[in-house]
C-alpha cells in the first residue's frame, strides 16, 4: 500500500509540475478541432 501511495504522490507531483504543458497542448487540440469543424461546414459541397 505504501508503494501505490508513493507513486500516486509521484504521478500527482509530475502532472503538478506539468499542468500548464497539458493545458496549452488540450488547447491547441481544441482550437484546431473547432478550425476544421468550421472549415468543413463553410465549404460548400
Do not use: E
Amino acid at each position: 500500500m505504501q508503494l501505490v501511495m508513493n507513486g500516486y504522490r509521484g504521478f500527482s507531483l509530475l502532472v503538478w509540475l506539468n499542468w500548464d504543458r497539458m493545458f496549452t497542448i488540450g488547447t491547441v487540440v481544441v482550437g484546431l478541432l473547432a478550425g476544421a469543424f468550421l472549415g468543413s461546414s463553410f465549404l460548400p459541397h
